[in-house]
């Protein structure tokens, strides 16, 4: 599916992704902690992997994080707006692009799960598990540090997901890759999460990684 390119500057102030990162405030005790918690993340674990408060994120207030490329050079910054109207994105990321949101590890950690959005990679790390969230955006170097390895594709249910899956699979053709699929009927795994806690989504993402692992011996 394509996708324009995210703006270099936030629109407005056109600030650089290392600006609005350096006003940015810690989780808690803003509304950003509330927001969190209503998605069934702890601000402990929202924090230990770097998401932050912005009281203006292109004139609304967001949770964001930082994206960073392979060298841990920051790539871009991602904000997800706490309320949505009619009309308004969900979502707004800046910066050149290229990057990773990564929790307890991400892409270092074996076996290597990538998933789409922030709140994805969250849902996972709250219920055990290492991973890096690619916000639905192209990573390139994911190939190269991927050689020999076995990599869990969590994109969402339906459509733009197996059209993701297809794409990054292509791509990372040294790598045995897996298709892992939120439990039940939820879309992403932050629904998952929401619908049957920490348990649900522990229990489908290490039946995979057992799965797997019994048909590897």
Not at 58 to 83: T, W
Not at 197 to 217: E, F, I, P, W
């Amino acid at each position: 599916m394509f996708r324009p390119p995210d703006p270099l500057r936030l629109p407005g102030t056109r600030e650089s992704p290392e600006a609005v990162l350096a006003r940015t405030v810690p989780l808690s005790g803003t509304p950003g902690e509330a927001y969190a918690q209503r998605r069934g993340i702890p601000v402990t674990m929202a924090e230990a992997a770097g998401v932050r408060y912005a009281d203006d994120f292109d004139g609304r207030p967001a949770v964001v994080v930082a994206l960073h490329d392979r060298d841990e050079v920051l790539a871009s910054v991602h904000g997800r707006y706490l309320s949505v109207v009619r009309g308004q994105d969900k979502m707004l990321t800046i910066g050149p692009g290229g990057g990773v949101a990564n929790v307890l590890g991400g892409w270092r950690t074996d076996p290597l799960i990538v998933v789409e959005g922030l709140f994805d990679a969250l849902s996972l790390a709250v219920s055990g598990f290492a991973c890096a969230a690619t916000i639905g955006r192209w990573v390139p170097w994911l190939a190269d540090v991927s050689v020999g390895r076995t990599v869990w594709l969590a994109f969402d249910a339906g459509r733009p997901g197996e059209a993701q899956f297809a794409r990054y699979a292509a791509h990372l053709s040294e790598a045995d890759v897996k298709r892992m699929l939120p439990p039940g009927r939820s879309k992403d795994w932050n629904t998952a999460l929401v619908k049957g806690g920490t348990a649900t989504v522990a229990r489908c993402v290490q039946d995979c990684l057992n799965k797997h692992a019994v048909r590897s011996r």
